[in-house]
T-cell receptor
Framework: EPEVTQTPSHQVTQMGQEVILRCVPI?????FYWYRQILGQKVEFLVSFYNNEISEKSEIFDDQFSVERPDGSNFTLKIRSTKLEDSAMYFC?????????????FGPGTRLTVL | AQSVTQPDIHITVSEGASLELRCNYS??????LFWYVQSPGQGLQLLLK??????LVQGIKGFEAEFKRSQSSFNLRKPSVHWSDAAEYFCAVVSSGGSYIPTFGRGTSLIVHP
């Protein structure tokens, strides 16, 4: 069964550094998402992406965050200057359509630790 | 705005016992409801979903869930738990009109004793 993959599985960085989290969505999917989960808290939506544009973003997704689909397979989340509070598990997801009934398939996550 | 509450942070059951994980939602209309499971080191995997029709839905791995509009609940059940069911379980709601972005609960951690 096709799956979403994410690299790295764990990233440790110093506060103020830039990080790029990578995701490879399912190949025929058109909609891509990033979520995060701070330890002990809810999974929170960050951003959705379709047709090389952000289609929706939450208030968490401020100017420090950006997303990109640099080629036909990768989907990246960049945090320009990390803060301690960015420490979280970051999940990538993809879906074939944007229908609320369509399933989003999630990757295993990248655990980001900001020191 | 929609919200999801999973009142139990941890649930401990013995292998072979029955299981019920609670989920309550807040949303004005009929929502789309989902249960996901996350095993250690894995991504969120969809167990089942409800959109309309029969309020009792069957999912993978022997799980089922029942939508009760009067109680705003979508509880997940399994008649006999296996040790491999130990994982984190997330309930999520999507509005039936408007944004397709799911709102997740905090998750319930299931511990299975042999």
């Amino acid at each position: 069964e096709p799956e979403v993959t994410q690299t790295p599985s764990h990233q440790v960085t110093q506060m103020g550094q830039e990080v790029i989290l990578r995701c490879v969505p399912i190949s025929n999917h058109l909609y891509f998402y990033w979520y995060r989960q701070i330890l002990g808290q809810k999974v929170e939506f960050l951003v959705s992406f379709y047709n090389n544009e952000i289609s929706e973003k939450s208030e968490i997704f401020d100017d420090q965050f950006s997303v990109e689909r640099p080629d036909g397979s990768n989907f990246t989340l960049k945090i320009r200057s990390t803060k301690l509070e960015d420490s979280a598990m970051y999940f990538c997801a993809s879906s074939a359509s944007a229908l609320g009934t369509d399933t989003q398939y999630f990757g295993p996550g990248t655990r980001l630790t900001v020191l | 705005a929609q919200s999801v509450t999973q009142p139990d942070i941890h649930i401990t059951v013995s292998e072979g016992a029955s299981l019920e994980l609670r989920c309550n939602y807040s949303y004005g209309a009929t929502p789309y409801l989902f249960w996901y499971v996350q095993s250690p080191g894995q991504g969120l995997q969809l167990l089942l979903k409800y959109f309309s029709g029969d309020t009792l839905v069957q999912g993978i791995k022997g799980f089922e869930a029942e939508f009760k509009r009067s109680q705003s609940s979508f509880n997940l059940r399994k008649p006999s738990v296996h040790w491999s069911d130990a994982a984190e379980y997330f309930c999520a709601v999507v509005s039936s009109g408007g944004s397709y972005i799911p709102t997740f609960g905090r998750g319930t951690s299931l511990i299975v004793h042999p």
